[in-house]
C-alpha cells in the first residue's frame, strides 16, 4: 500500500504525475516552508536547488519522491530534461 501523503503535497504529487512540472522551479509557491523543513533543508538552499537542480542530490531526490509519493524517476526525468534545454540554450 502507498505511503500516505501529506494533504498539503497532494497537489505537487498530481502535478508530478500529470507532466505539469517542466522545471523543478515550477512547484516554488507551492508550500516552500513546509518542503524544506520535511526535505532537512534550510529554506534558501531549498530555493536555490530548484533554480539549480543540478544541485538536488540523489538522497534529497529520493526524499522529495518519499514525501510526496511519486517514483523518484519522474523527479530525475524532470530535473534531466531542464538541465539538457540549459546545455543546449
Known sequence: MPKAVKKTYLSIKSMFEAGNVLQMKDIEELFPTSLSKDLNMNHGRYIDRLHNPD?????????????????????????????KRKLKS
Do not use: G, H, M, T
Not at 517514483?71 to 538541465?83: A, F, G, T, W
Open 55 to 83: 544541485k538536488f542530490s540523489y538522497k534529497q531526490i529520493f526524499r522529495l519522491s518519499a514525501l510526496i509519493n511519486v517514483d523518484p524517476k519522474i523527479i530525475s526525468d524532470v530535473i534531466v530534461s531542464e538541465l
